[in-house]
C-alpha cells in the first residue's frame, strides 16, 4: 500500500491497491508531453462567454454589414479552433437553424404585412377578408420593399445571435461546460448531460425502427410510419436511460461525504435565501419604484446562493480530472468578446443611425467605422490561442 | 474474495426464483467462469456481486453475498463500486461521457481520488489497454472492441478487487475477441484481480478459466470445478469439448493445444473409415476450379440432414429448384460502392448468390458487412454500380413488393416485432405479406414449437425473439433470406436450432446470406464464405478452403484434425458411423 498515492480526498477512504502494483505502475513509456499537446485548450466558460457577448453584440445593431462581420468573424475562429468532438459539428446546424430564421421571418412579412409603412410596392397579393374580431392581423395586401428590408435586417439579428450559440457549442459543447460546474451541482449537471446525448439516440433509434418497417414490408415514410415507430422508440430509449443509471450507479455515481447537520442546515438556508434575494432583487429592478432596493437586494442574494453552493459542494466527494485552467489566454477570449459587446453597446447609444440604418426612407446601409473595428475584436482569439489539434488517428 | 451463500432472488411479480440455492466462492486472483443455457439466472448472479440486484433492480435475495468482506445486503452499489468493476452486455448503455480518456477518469472522480492519481492511472491504463492512440476520440466514433476495452478500462483506472463482466466478446469479432482476453488474462495474472464472467461463446474463454460455476438448468444449483471437469456434465460445451466426448478423451482437452497432442488416433480412424489411404483425405478436399463458385452441390454438408427433411414439408410450398432457372443469380451485386459520413462502406464490390447456396460474410466489425446487407435489402443506396434482387432494384423498390423478393433479419430481432402479442404479430405478419391468414402462425408453430397466441414478444428469450423475427420475415416467402449476427446471445442449444431451420431452408432453395463473426457457425452451414476487410471483399469461396487457410476464421475441429480438412464435429461424427 502507497499512502503517497492517495490523494487528501481520498484520505479516509479505503481504495484498496491490488497487489503486484508496481509492475503495473510502470512509467509510460512515452513522454506525456508530445501525446497533451492537443490539450491547450482555452477555459470552455471563456469560448462561452466570448460566444454570448458577440450575440450580445449582434443585438445591439441592425446593421446587416456589422452584423455580416460578427458573423465571418465567429466563423473564422470556429473554423481554425474547433475540435473534433460530435458537438463540434453543432455550427452547421445552428447555422442552417440561423438561415431558416430568417426565411421564416421573412415568409411572415409577406404573408401577414407589416407595421412598417412602405411606398415601393413590390408585389400586391390577394387579401384575405377576416371577420371584425381579427382586426389588426392582416393576410395578404401589399407587400413592399421596406418591409421585406426591415424583416430581414430583423430576421438577420436573430440569426446572428443563434449563429453565435452554436460557435459556443462548437467550440466547447455544452458537456465541457458543465463540466466546470460547482461540486454542489455535479449531479445536476450529469443530469443534463445524460439528457442531451438522449436525443441523438432517439435520432439514431427512429431511423433503425423506420428501416425495420421496410422490412416488414411497410411503407417507410410519411408521419403514419414515424408514428408507429414512436412507442418501441420510446420503450428503447427507457430501457437504455435504465441501463445508464445502473452503470453510473454501480460506478460509483451519487457518493456522498457525511457532513454535520449545521453545515446542511446553513446550506439550505443560504441557498434559498440567495434565490429568494435574487427574485425580490430581479423584481424590484424591473418594477417602477423598486429601483432603490433593487440592486442591492440582488447582489446580496446572488453572493448568499454562491456562499451556498460553495457550502453544498463539501457534500461531494467529487475530484475533477485535468480541470481546465482559468489561464491569460481565457482572459483574453473572454475580455475580447466582452470588448466587443461594451463597445457595441456603447455606439448604440452614441450613434444609434449608424447601427440601426433607416428603411423609411429605404438607404442602403453604411458602415461605420470604429463599430466595425469593434466588432473586428472578436478575431483576438484566432491569433491569441493555438489552433486545436486533430486528435491522433488510431494506429 | 467473492462468496454467495445459499443465495436465491425473486423479482418482483415473478412466481419463480431467477435463480435459487447459489453457492459458491471466488478466491483472489481467479478467473471465473459462469456458464450455462441462456435463462438461468447468469445476469442475475452477476448483478449480485455489484449489488445491483437487488438494490437496483428490485426483487428478494435471500441469503448472504459477500465481496472482500462487505456484505451487499448493507452496501449499496455506489459503496461497493471502489472494489467491484461491472461491465454489462452494452458497453455503449455504460459510458457516461464523450471521449475515452474522461471515460476512463469518470469513476475515479465519483470516488473522489486526487487529481494527480487520476492523471497517472489514466496514463497507466492507456498503456495497459493499448488506447493511448485513443485517448482524445469520441466514444462514438470507436470499434466494437475498442469500446468494449475502453469499458473494462474504465472501470479498472479505481482499481477494484474484482472485476465483473457480462458476455463481454458476444459481439466481437474473433480478432477483437482475443484483445480483449488477453487484457483479462494480462489483468489475472499481473494484478491479480479476480475475474468473474458470463460469456456464452465457450470457445473463446474456457481455455481462460480457472473454474467454472456452471448454472446447469433455471432454479438449479450451481455445478463448480475445474474446467475440465465441469464441461464434462455441461450442458453447454464448446466443438473442443464434444469432439473430445465424441473420442472419448479423459480428462477433457480445453483448448485445441491439448486436443491435438492426443488427436492421433483420430485422424488415423478418420483416414481408415473413410477408406483413403492419402496424407489429407477429409470430406471437404478442395475443389477443381470450375466448380469453385457455383458448385452445384453443398460442399460442407452434402447429405441433408434429419432435421431438413423434417422441415421439408413445413416449408414445403416452395419446390426445391433442380433444374437450373433461367435466371441462376438470385442476387447480384456488380462494382457496388457505398460512402456513408465520408467514409467508404463498400468498395468495388462483386457478389453473386444463387438459389440454395448459404453465405457467410465474415470480417471484422466495420468491415462492411451489415452495409452489404442493408443494400441487398434496398436501405442502403448504392453510391456507384448496381444491386438487383430477383431482378428489381432494392432500393428502388417499393417495401410490400420487395419483401417477396428479399426479406432481412436485422442485429436485434426485436426491431422487427412491434405487436403485443405473438397472435397480432403473426397476424400483422400476415396482413403485410399479403400471405393466407394463419400462414405466419404456422411457421410460428414449426420454428418455436409450445409458445402461446399471448406471449408478449419482449418476454421471449433470444433465441425465441430470432425464431418469431425469422417466421416474420419468411411470411413473405422471399427466395433470398439475409441475417445480420444471427447468434448474438444465442446458447448452443438455441443455436442448434438455427443451424437446423436454416439448413431446411437452404435444401428448399432459399439462397441464404448470414453475416456473422461465428466461425463454427459459419461452419457448419456456409457453402460459401465471403471475407471483408476495410469494404473489398479478400475472399471468395468454399467454406473449406477459406476458413482452413485463415488462422483466425479457422473452426476448431479444423485446427484440432489440420491437416485433415473436417469442419464441424457432426462430420465426424458421421465419418466415424
Request: glycine share 12%.
Given at each position: 500500500?502507497?499512502?503517497?498515492?492517495?490523494?487528501?480526498?481520498?484520505?479516509?477512504?479505503?481504495?484498496?491497491?491490488?497487489?503486484?502494483?508496481p509492475r503495473y505502475l510502470r512509467p509510460s513509456r512515452r513522454p506525456t508531453a508530445a501525446r497533451t499537446r492537443h490539450r491547450t485548450v482555452v477555459h470552455p466558460g471563456a469560448w462561452w462567454l466570448w460566444s454570448l457577448s458577440l450575440g450580445t453584440a449582434a443585438t445591439r445593431t441592425t446593421n446587416p454589414l456589422l452584423l455580416a462581420l460578427l458573423i465571418?468573424?465567429?466563423?473564422?475562429?470556429?473554423?481554425?479552433h474547433r475540435g473534433a468532438t460530435p458537438a463540434s459539428h453543432a455550427y452547421t446546424a445552428f447555422a442552417r437553424l440561423a438561415l431558416a430564421v430568417l426565411l421564416v421571418r421573412l415568409l411572415f412579412a409577406v404573408a401577414l404585412g407589416s407595421p412598417v409603412p412602405g411606398t415601393h410596392v413590390l408585389l400586391a397579393l390577394p387579401e384575405v377578408p377576416l371577420p371584425h374580431w381579427a382586426q389588426g392581423i392582416r393576410l395578404g395586401g401589399k407587400v413592399t420593399a421596406e418591409?421585406?428590408?426591415?424583416?430581414?435586417?430583423?430576421?438577420?439579428?436573430?440569426?446572428?445571435?443563434?449563429?453565435?450559440?452554436?460557435?459556443?457549442?462548437?467550440?466547447?459543447?455544452?458537456?465541457?461546460?458543465?463540466?466546470s460546474l460547482p461540486g454542489a451541482l455535479y449531479e445536476t449537471g450529469?443530469?443534463?448531460?445524460?439528457?442531451?446525448?438522449?436525443?441523438?439516440?432517439l435520432v439514431a433509434d427512429v431511423q433503425r425502427l423506420r428501416a425495420a418497417r421496410r422490412l416488414r414490408g411497410r411503407p417507410d415514410r410519411g408521419l403514419r410510419g414515424l408514428l408507429q415507430v414512436a412507442l418501441p422508440v420510446l420503450e428503447g430509449a427507457l430501457e437504455r436511460s435504465v441501463a445508464l443509471a445502473a452503470a453510473m450507479e454501480a460506478r460509483g455515481y451519487g457518493r456522498t461525504a457525511e457532513v454535520p447537520a449545521r453545515v446542511r442546515r446553513t446550506t439550505a438556508a443560504l441557498t434559498l435565501g440567495g434565490l429568494l434575494g435574487v427574485c425580490a432583487g430581479t423584481y424590484g429592478l424591473l418594477t417602477a419604484e423598486g429601483g432603490a432596493y433593487g440592486v442591492p437586494l440582488l447582489l446580496a442574494g446572488v453572493v448568499a446562493a454562491l456562499a451556498g453552493l460553495r457550502l453544498g459542494g463539501r457534500r461531494s466527494l467529487r475530484t475533477r480530472y485535468r480541470p481546465d485552467p482559468w489561464d491569460a489566454r481565457a482572459w483574453l477570449v473572454a475580455g475580447s468578446g466582452a470588448a466587443v459587446a461594451a463597445l457595441l453597446t456603447l455606439a448604440s447609444a452614441r450613434d444609434p443611425e449608424a447601427l440601426h440604418p433607416g428603411v423609411v426612407p429605404l438607404v442602403a446601409p453604411a458602415l461605420p467605422l470604429w463599430p466595425a473595428a469593434a466588432v473586428l475584436l472578436a478575431l483576438v482569439p484566432a491569433f491569441a490561442v493555438p489552433p486545436a489539434s486533430a486528435p491522433e488517428e488510431p494506429s | 474474495m467473492i462468496r454467495f451463500e445459499d443465495v436465491s432472488v425473486t423479482y418482483d411479480g415473478a412466481a419463480e426464483p431467477a435463480v435459487r440455492g447459489v453457492g459458491f466462492e471466488v478466491p483472489e486472483g481467479e478467473l471465473v467462469l459462469l456458464a450455462g443455457p441462456s435463462g438461468v439466472g447468469k445476469s442475475t448472479v452477476l448483478g449480485a456481486v455489484s449489488g445491483l440486484v437487488p438494490h437496483f433492480t428490485g426483487g428478494t435475495l435471500s441469503g448472504r453475498v459477500t465481496v472482500a468482506g462487505r456484505d451487499t445486503r448493507t452496501h449499496k452499489p455506489r459503496q461497493l463500486a471502489d472494489v467491484v468493476g461491472t461491465v454489462g452486455q452494452d458497453p455503449l448503455a455504460h459510458f457516461v461521457t464523450d471521449t475515452v480518456e474522461d471515460?476512463?477518469?469518470?469513476?475515479?472522480?465519483?470516488?473522489?481520488?486526487?487529481?494527480?492519481?487520476?492523471?497517472?492511472?489514466?496514463?497507466?491504463?492507456?498503456d495497459l489497454l493499448g488506447l493511448a492512440g485513443l485517448r482524445g476520440r469520441p466514444i462514438a466514433t470507436l470499434s466494437g472492441g475498442q469500446r468494449q476495452r475502453v469499458a473494462i478500462g474504465s472501470v479498472l483506472t479505481p482499481h477494484p478487487q474484482v472485476l465483473v463482466l457480462d458476455?463481454?466478446?458476444?459481439?466481437?469479432?474473433p480478432a477483437a475477441a482475443e484483445e480483449v482476453l488477453a487484457v483479462l488474462q494480462r489483468l489475472v495474472h499481473d494484478l491479480g484481480t479476480t475475474v468473474l464472467l458470463a460469456e456464452h461463446r465457450l470457445e473463446r474463454v474456457i481455455q481462460y478459466a480457472d473454474r467454472v460455476v456452471l448454472l446447469p438448468g433455471p432454479g438449479e444449483a450451481p455445478v463448480v470445478g475445474t474446467p475440465a471437469e465441469v464441461m464434462a456434465v455441461s450442458p453447454v460445451f464448446p466443438p473442443v469439448v464434444d469432439l473430445g466426448r465424441l473420442a472419448g478423451w479423459s480428462p477433457l482437452p480445453l483448448t485445441v493445444r491439448d486436443a491435438r497432442r492426443r488427436a492421433g488416433d483420430l485422424r488415423e480412424r478418420l483416414v481408415a473409415s473413410a477408406g483413403g489411404g492419402?496424407?489429407?483425405?477429409?470430406?471437404?478436399?478442395p475443389r477443381g476450379a470450375a466448380a469453385r463458385r457455383y458448385g452445384p452441390a453443398p460442399v460442407a454438408d452434402a447429405a441433408p440432414t434429419a432435421g431438413a427433411a423434417g422441415r421439408r414439408r413445413l416449408f414445403g410450398r416452395r419446390p426445391a429448384p433442380t433444374a437450373p432457372t433461367p435466371h441462376p443469380h438470385i442476387a447480384e451485386a456488380h462494382s457496388l460502392s457505398v460512402r456513408r459520413d465520408r467514409i467508404d462502406a463498400l468498395r468495388q464490390v462483386d457478389l453473386t448468390v444463387t438459389p440454395g447456396e448459404t453465405i457467410a460474410l465474415?470480417?471484422?466489425?466495420?468491415?462492411?458487412?451489415?452495409?452489404?446487407?442493408?443494400?441487398?435489402?434496398?436501405?442502403?443506396?448504392?453510391?456507384?454500380?448496381?444491386?438487383?434482387?430477383?431482378?428489381?432494384?432494392?432500393?428502388?423498390?417499393t417495401p410490400r413488393d420487395l419483401v417477396r423478393r428479399v426479406g432481412l433479419v436485422p442485429q436485434d430481432p426485436r426491431d422487427l416485432l412491434y405487436a403485443d402479442t405473438v397472435a397480432d404479430e403473426c397476424a400483422a405478419a400476415d396482413r403485410d405479406a399479403g400471405a393466407p391468414p394463419g400462414t405466419c402462425r404456422t411457421l410460428v408453430s414449426g420454428l418455436l414449437p409450445g409458445i402461446t397466441d399471448g406471449t408478449h414478444p419482449r418476454d421471449l428469450s433470444e433465441g425465441q425473439c430470432l425464431a418469431l423475427a425469422l417466421a416474420v420475415v419468411l411470411t413473405a416467402r422471399p427466395p433470398l433470406l439475409l441475417l445480420d449476427e444471427p447468434t448474438r446471445g444465442l446458447d448452443y442449444a438455441a443455436k442448434a436450432r438455427l443451424v437446423t431451420v436454416l439448413r431446411g431452408l437452404a435444401a428448399e432453395g432459399h439462397a441464404i446470406v448470414l453475416a456473422t463473426h461465428d466461425v463454427e457457425l459459419a461452419a457448419e452451414i456456409a457453402h460459401r464464405v465471403v471475407l471483408l476487410a476495410e469494404g473489398e471483399v479478400i475472399a471468395d469461396g468454399p467454406t473449406a478452403q477459406i476458413v482452413v487457410s485463415s488462422p483466425s476464421f479457422a473452426p476448431q475441429v479444423t485446427k484440432i484434425l489440420a491437416p485433415q480438412q473436417w469442419l464441424t464435429v457432426a462430420q465426424v461424427r458421421e465419418a466415424l458411423g
Open positions: 500500500m502507497a499512502p503517497p498515492d492517495r490523494g487528501p480526498a481520498g484520505a479516509d477512504r479505503a481504495v484498496p491497491r491490488a497487489p503486484g502494483e465571418s468573424a465567429s466563423a473564422y475562429v470556429v473554423a481554425t418591409a421585406l428590408v426591415f424583416a430581414a435586417y430583423d430576421g438577420l439579428k436573430l440569426a446572428t445571435l443563434l449563429i453565435c450559440v452554436g460557435a459556443a457549442n462548437a467550440l466547447a459543447g455544452p458537456t465541457r461546460l458543465l463540466k450529469v443530469a443534463v448531460v445524460v439528457a442531451l446525448t438522449f436525443a441523438p439516440h | 471515460e476512463l477518469a469518470y469513476g475515479m472522480e465519483s470516488l473522489g481520488l486526487a487529481p494527480e492519481v487520476m492523471r497517472r492511472r489514466v496514463e497507466e491504463t492507456l458476455e463481454p466478446t458476444s459481439a466481437l469479432d492419402s496424407g489429407a483425405p477429409g470430406p471437404v478436399a465474415m470480417g471484422r466489425n466495420g468491415a462492411g458487412k451489415s452495409t452489404l446487407l442493408g443494400s441487398l435489402v434496398g436501405l442502403v443506396a448504392p453510391t456507384a454500380g448496381s444491386v438487383t434482387v430477383g431482378g428489381a432494384t432494392p432500393h428502388r423498390t
